[in-house]
């Protein structure tokens, strides 16, 4: 079955240009487009949808929101941001909204293919270094109202499992972890997979932003 993708944005050319590019690819289909998030919210109540590419900047309702509101539901279509800079507070906000990553709008059009396909298997597109360069620059601009809920989360987890916290909100992969921590792949995959049930998040993005939010990670990638 094909990989079902909405484009939202505001500009119609760039829609143009991406959808020429899915359509080319038999895995994928474009079902839907919307212009804004109000439309693109109206447009999924009767659209299924897999994965949604979304602008950030729009008017009537931004990406960010939209995302927010699109993301409350556990059942609804991931959602890939586009944006101009890679170091975009909007982009930052999205992900802590619960969108699976972001793209660059002049992205190649492989990466792009490549990170749809990512996206509806069930990965974060976003490389974890990439997030915490997001991170880094906007750490200090995060709420310190309400973290003390969020530390006490991290009790759930087992020392091990913060281990492991650490250095997926370092940047690691999962074969960078296991060789680091003596550990088999596959092992550190189970504890990635306890880690998101255990404290309730989407992916490894959220893992690195609530690492930093928690003050587990430092800005410069440093452990708390």
Known sequence: MAIRVMLVDDQVLLRTGFRMVLAAQ???EV???AGDG?????VLRSTAVDVVLMDVRMPKLDGVETTNRICVDPDAPKVL?????????YAFS?????????MLKDVPPGELLAAI???????AVVAPSTTRRLLDRFAPMLPTTGQEPRHKELQRLTGREREVMVLV???LSNGEIAARLVLSEATVKTHVGRILTKLGLRDRVQVVVLAYET??????????
């Open 26 to 28: 038999p895995d994928m």
């Open 81 to 89: 941001i586009l944006t101009t800079f890679d170091l975009d507070e």
């Open 94 to 102: 999205a992900l802590k909204a619960g969108a699976s990553g972001f």
């Open 38 to 42: 109000v439309e693109a919210l109206q």
């Open 31 to 33: 079902v839907a487009e």
């Open 215 to 224: 003050g587990l990670v430092r800005a410069g990638g440093g452990q708390g």
């Open 117 to 123: 396909r990512s996206v509806h298997s069930g990965d």
């Open 169 to 171: 909100a370092q940047g």
